[in-house]
């Protein structure tokens, strides 16, 4: 008898805290789990190219693999030695595999780093042949070349104009630049999701959830998951119940649709190996983690059928709220928390039924032995019933219009447009943010005017100037063609300029970056939402956006004051006439 779980003791090593983990850095791949689960991200094709095209160069090379602490560059240099594809392209390199270590105690990391980086510094680099790749925090980065930026300027600049530490300057360029000496992948701009004209594609994490479950001779997992099929006794197995599951691409596509949506929505930066932890997590339950074999056999045995159905992966994933930031976010995405009209006469009908396994079984034909034998015994439950029916819903009818996300299928699209810099695309999600400006403090029935923000709210009176703005979008020159982004930035910028005070010939730029949350909030604001103090407190960057767009836009020198009627004209007009002197007005309100 085996002294552990077999399915669970290969899944452990997926876990963060394993001693086996997948992307450990200080470890060899040479496990055959190791080996198997490995999936080429974009990340490592662009560095493959870059190193082979950098390898036939006559000059000096420096190829910088940045990103941040634990997402996987020390890993991916590992498997890419190990690639022999490779070996010829990388003999021309000297490798560096963490810029936080020193080659000797007596060495902090930045001594370090300006030992290896010499060859590469303004005096240097234009008589050195040295290649280098070396793997780089961007904080380590920053640091270094603020306390060199004297001997490294020429570095420096090229870090500058690349948007690598700073990624409002990141644009989508060519992999491999010509004619410079130094080349660069980042891992903070190449994402577990792709953007498509259509929105986002989980492709990568579809295929790191199918290595795990691959009915395949060389997955140490499924040969694992093939060993209790000789035990009876872990027929009711949840582990077993949950991978088989997974199995089905069907649910495998909705688990990492919602992946995605909780990176996106929540801005989640996860690692690698956080997903490969997730995708544990998802399968077996904490409490039957660290049990040996005949005492997990004893407790499945003696399980009550409300706590298996608790269990059950689509029960499991939005129950756990507490065990890492990426449940907490799938919690929020929680299908059983929304009322939907065409499910109620579902609830009154599983309410009401003597026989509520018929009505799953029905509208769920599908269903396994094990559960449909574990809801049997459940239905003393009606609330964990009705969640179990509605998330099981979800998960065979998630592309119903009855699931559409419509904001964040605007959101995907409109990160495209930005991202490839179509200025035709991005005209919706302009009108978006300028409407909302317009109504951020209060509004008006007439257009252009802005409301002073810095008023008591208990003023019996508003205070209105007349603004002059208008969107700075692209040219068609600077336009992408690509269908599929693999890196890209993750906030929508938007941008308008007004006019300047000084020189009414130039105009001064303006704008703001739109991540998910604010999308929202413009949305519900143009709706006649009012943010309240939170909201100001949240979205500082768009409050300061609106005080611009107030105090440095010159359209004219005139002010309107309000009584508060909110849905009337406005009442009064204070300007500076062109003796410079002050005229107040009565406007007509027209009836």
């Known amino acids: 008898m085996l002294p552990t779980h077999p399915l669970i003791h290969q899944l452990s090593k997926l876990k963060e805290s394993s001693k086996e983990a997948i ?142 530490i700073n990624p409002d300057k990141f644009e989508i360029r060519d992999k491999f630049l010509l004619d410079s000496q130094f080349q660069f992948v980042n891992f903070t701009n190449h994402h577990f999701y792709d953007l498509t004209h259509d929105g986002v594609k989980a492709t990568l994490i579809e295929k790191i959830l199918e290595k ?115 449940f907490s976010s799938f919690f929020k995405l929680d299908p059983s928390i929304r009322r939907y009209e065409k499910l109620d006469e579902k609830a009154i009908a599983l309410f009401t039924s003597m026989e509520p396994l018929q009505i799953f079984i029905q509208d769920f034909p599908d269903i396994s032995f094990q559960l449909r034998t574990t809801l049997k015994h459940s239905f003393s ?36 447009f930005s991202n490839i810099k179509d200025a035709s695309g991005l005209k919706d999600v302009n009108e978006l943010v300028k409407n909302a400006a317009l109504l951020w403090n209060g509004s008006t029935l007439e257009k252009n005017k802005i409301m002073f923000s810095n008023l008591s709210r208990h003023s019996s009176y508003r205070l209105f100037r007349n603004i002059q703005f208008r969107s700075s979008l692209p040219s068609p020159v600077e336009k992408v063609t690509k269908e599929i982004l693999h890196q890209f930035q993750t906030e929508v910028k938007v941008q308008f300029l007004i006019p300047n005070k000084l020189d009414n010939t130039k105009n001064n730029l303006i704008g703001v970056d739109v991540d998910y949350s604010l999308f929202v909030l413009l949305q519900k604001v143009n709706q006649g939402y009012r943010p309240n103090k939170l909201d100001r407190n949240s979205f500082i960057n768009f409050v300061t956006m609106v005080d611009n767009l107030i105090y440095e836009n010159s359209d004219s020198e005139e002010l309107f004051i309000d009584e508060v009627n909110i849905g009337y004209h406005l009442d009064y007009k204070l300007e500076l006439d062109e003796y410079n002197e002050f005229q107040f007005t009565k406007l007509n309100k027209p009836l």
């Open 23 to 164: 992307a450990d850095a200080q470890l060899e791949i040479e496990d055959d789990l190791k080996k198997y689960l490995h999936v080429e991200r974009s990340v490592e094709t662009d560095l493959k190219m870059i190193i082979t095209e950098a390898s036939t160069t006559d000059t000096s090379c420096l190829i910088m693999v940045c990103g941040n602490v634990g997402d996987g560059k020390s890993h991916l240099l590992s498997k890419i030695g190990q690639d022999s594809e490779m070996f010829v392209p990388l003999g021309s390199f000297k490798i560096h595999n963490d810029a936080t270590e020193s080659f000797s105690p007596d060495q902090t990391c930045i001594q370090t780093l300006q030992q290896i980086l010499s060859p590469f510094s303004d005096d240097n680099i234009l008589a050195s042949k040295d290649k280098w790749i070396l793997a780089i925090n961007l904080g380590t980065l920053s640091n270094f070349l603020e306390e060199n930026v004297t001997e490294y300027s020429k570095l420096k600049e090229f870090v500058e104009k690349n948007g690598i």
């Open 212 to 326: 795990v479950v691959n009915p395949s001779a060389i997955n140490p997992i499924f040969r694992a998951y093939n060993e209790l099929s000789g035990s009876d006794s872990l027929l009711m197995c949840p582990v077993r119940t949950n991978f088989e599951f997974l199995s089905l691409e069907h649910n495998r596509k909705v688990i990492a649709k919602l992946l995605v949506e909780c990176i996106l929505k929540e801005k989640l930066i996860i690692s690698f190996r956080q997903i490969l932890n997730f995708i544990h997590d998802i399968l077996v339950p904490f409490e039957l983690s660290n049990l040996g074999i005949e005492e997990y056999k004893a407790n499945i045995l003696s399980l009550s059928p409300i706590l298996r159905l608790e269990y059950h992966i689509v029960n499991y994933l939005f129950e756990r709220a507490q065990l890492s930031k990426i």
């Open 381 to 416: 439950d009606q609330n964990i019933l009705f969640k179990f029916y509605l998330r099981l819903n979800y998960f065979v009818e998630y592309q119903d219009s009855l699931y559409s996300d419509d904001h964040f299928q605007s959101f995907a699209k409109a990160l495209y």
